[in-house]
């Protein structure tokens, strides 16, 4: 019986559209919920002393809406249940995703991850306009 420490890290999880709309995983997740894409590895991340992923993008319910075409790389709020549900603790979004929407939809994101009971990795940020943004 090994005393190790089992870790998995997962890189660019993004849950939204690419730059082209219908192309991405939100479009296959409209059909077949946010869930999905965890089934075949959801048992491999809950068996981990530590899962650690990186959140490619954003969550916000501004997807839903008008100006959905121009989120790229932003997905529904339900995922970050499906992130935390699917073993993922803690979730990293530092990357150059992060502001790519502006602070507010960052902001929304990290408050649907603390929602989610999904701890997220410590992040601080510059955005262009609004100058320092921090998340602990």
Known sequence: ??????????GDIC????????????T???????????????????NADLAIGNLEG???DAVRGPQAAELTFTSVPEFAVALSSAGFHPINVANNHTLEHGPGLFQETIGL?????????ACAAVHRNTGPIRSY
């Open 113 to 121: 991850l603390k929602k989610a009971e999904s701890p997220h990795a």
């Open 28 to 46: 296959k997740s409209k059909k077949v919920g946010v869930d999905f894409f965890f089934d075949n590895v959801r048992p491999l991340l809950q």
């Open 1 to 10: 019986m090994s005393s190790g420490l089992k870790i998995i890290a997962v």
């Open 15 to 26: 849950p939204g559209y690419k730059a082209i709309m219908g192309m991405g995983a939100m």
């Open 58 to 60: 954003v969550l916000s």
